[in-house]
Nanobody, 119 residues
Framework: QVQLVESGGGLVQPGGSLRLSCAAS????????MGWYRQTPGKQRELVAT???????NYADSVKGRFTISRDNAKDTVYLQMNSLKPEDTAVYYC?????????????WGQGTQVTVSS
């Protein structure tokens, strides 16, 4: 089982940047697909970006060209670089690690970090 700890959230003005980090421990980091999700009150958690152990990435349309996900397998850490932030990016951001074992998917979540984009 993997444990995830996010950091790097905060308050930023529109157009600004933030970098989120997620440190993993307790399991072999490289076997997991890593991702970032976000959630606002009253809404479902939504995918922001994912990255495979080999570096293949996937992004939500709303963040393409502004956010970049990356991972450092030597440091067991995944990052989310967020540029050109908009007020609608305000949310709690959650780090996710997932893996498949036969036909079952296992998901692990961090505690979340608040990102607020406001002037």
């Amino acid at each position: 089982q993997v444990q995830l700890v996010e950091s790097g959230g905060g308050l930023v003005q529109p157009g600004g940047s933030l970098r989120l980090s997620c440190a993993a421990s307790g399991s072999t980091f490289s076997i997991y697909v890593m991702g970032w999700y976000r959630q606002t009150p009253g809404k479902q958690r939504e995918l922001v970006a994912t990255i495979t152990s080999g570096g293949r990435t996937n992004y939500a349309d709303s963040v393409k060209g502004r956010f970049t996900i990356s991972r450092d397998n030597a440091k067991d850490t995944v990052y989310l670089q967020m540029n050109s932030l908009k007020p609608e990016d305000t949310a709690v951001y959650y780090c996710n690690a997932n893996r498949w074992e036969l036909t079952r998917r296992y998901d692990y979540w961090g505690q979340g970090t608040q990102v607020t984009v406001s002037s």
